[in-house]
């Protein structure tokens, strides 16, 4: 192990299902899943316990799938408030021990421990049992640990051993232990990557690091040639400090609908509602946008997505929403093919709106002081009342399930195996 780097990954073990047996601890021994309401349309595997991963029971999947493969499968209802409170007690015990803790998703956190551990420990390793067994004695939860000189070793590690355990990478173990892995295994190493590299006959990590970086350049861009460097293990990004957060790259918001989209009054509600949440976030944030996408599924559960530059940087929901229905208008007609779910998306988001060369006709477009202090004048109302306190008519007593839409902090995309947005590109 290189001597002045020791980097923890700390991970959750089948985080939302644990938290959920702490409260039917008679469950424990059985398959448990917990998912999304069948009733609204959001009848998927969000977490698993042991037990039914055994059945080959998959996050992602549909639950009709996942009791076809076990019966007995038993189904709870989400809590996204005691999953917050858990997190909040673990990440909390991480920080005594150390203040460079980097949480990658609700349920694990990266620790750099390399000036920390002489303080705790008879050595890094034994510290990484203490805090196992700090975790477990306090919430009653378990959560596997790697330990190794980067962090995508280090999650290699949490991942490779499970539940309840810990595996250390040393540059020594990489050959033995982290070649002979699937590349998929490898941090970044998404579905369509992995396609890509097994259309190359890669299907190791080992495979990986033998390969010419400039092959994997050629077919998978700037990505190609962070794959090789973390293949050798040649990752240098730093754990980040507690309370540091990467500055928001998108703002989104997307809803599954209680029933298909069929008319064009119905996707302009459904945007407005979206684009309303969106919009309110970006003020929140003090952010403009500068473009905006959405994405659209219909009842076959084919997507696509379709994104646009905006004439001027803006936060108001009126705006978003006009150039979502523009580029839906565009794309899809919802009376041939109805629409299922709808995401909206804030893109290229500045601290500053820029500037519009403005037009010798005066028709550029120009900043709204009206609507401005409209919308914030909303923002005030529905943080003291509730987010439904007020909002379009069209949102009020409608089939869609409008009426009950709240924001998720950067919802997932759709098809995101995790309910939380995790970092896709390089460290």
């Known amino acids: 192990m290189t001597p002045d780097r020791w980097v923890l990954h700390c991970d959750c073990n089948s985080f939302y299902a644990s938290v959920e047996l702490l409260e039917h601890p008679e469950l424990k021994q059985k398959p448990v899943a917990v998912c999304g309401d069948p009733k609204a349309r959001h009848g998927i595997i969000l977490a698993k316990n042991e037990p039914a991963k055994a059945f080959g029971v998959r996050t992602a999947e549909p639950i009709w799938q996942a009791k076809r493969k076990c019966p007995d499968l038993v189904l709870l209802p989400p809590h996204r408030e005691r999953y917050r409170h858990f997190s909040a007690v673990i990440n909390g015990i991480y920080a005594e021990y150390t203040d460079l803790v980097e949480p990658f998703g609700i349920d694990e956190s990266w620790l750099d421990i390399t000036h920390t551990w002489h303080l705790f420990a008879s050595s890094p390793t034994a510290l990484a049992d203490l805090i196992r067994r700090r975790v477990r004695e306090t919430t009653g939860l378990t959560i596997s640990v790697g330990a190794s000189f980067n962090k995508v070793f280090a999650k290699l590690g949490s991942d490779y051993k499970k539940p309840d355990a810990m595996t250390v990478i040393r540059p020594e173990d990489v050959a033995r232990i982290v070649w002979p892995l699937p590349a998929g295994d490898l941090l970044y190493v998404g579905r369509a990557a992995g396609e890509r590299l097994a259309r190359l006959g890669i299907r190791t990590i080992g495979q990986l690091a033998a390969a010419d970086p400039g092959i994997l350049t050629d077919n998978l861009g700037k990505l190609g040639a962070e794959l090789s460097r973390y293949a050798w293990g040649e990752d240098e990004a730093p754990v980040h400090p507690v ?3 990467e500055p928001l790259k998108s703002v989104g918001n997307g809803m599954t609908f209680r029933q298909d989209l069929t008319s064009p009054e119905q996707v302009r509600s459904a945007l407005g509602a979206l684009a309303e949440e969106v919009a309110a976030r970006l003020r929140r944030h003090g952010l403009w946008a500068g ?16 994104q646009k530059q905006l004439p001027m940087s803006t936060h108001l929901a009126r705006d978003l929403a006009a150039e979502c229905l523009a ?17 909206v998306t804030a893109l290229a988001l500045t601290d500053e709106p820029f500037a519009v060369q403005q037009s010798l ?67």
């Open 361 to 427: 006709f005066g028709d550029a477009p120009a900043p709204d002081p009206k609507r401005e202090k409209l919308e914030n004048a909303l923002d005030g109302i529905r943080r003291r009342y509730g987010a439904a306190a007020i909002g379009a008519g069209s949102r009020v007593g409608n089939q869609l399930g409008l009426d009950g839409l709240h924001m998720e902090e950067n919802a997932p995309a759709p098809g995101e195996e995790d309910w939380n947005e995790k970092v896709k590109g390089p460290l």
């Open 291 to 306: 473009a905006v996408q959405v994405t659209i599924r219909d009842t076959d559960l084919h997507t696509i997505t379709r």
């Open 243 to 245: 309370g540091w957060r």
């Open 327 to 343: 580029l839906v208008q565009a794309n899809w007609d919802p009376a041939r093919r109805p629409v299922r779910m709808l995401t």
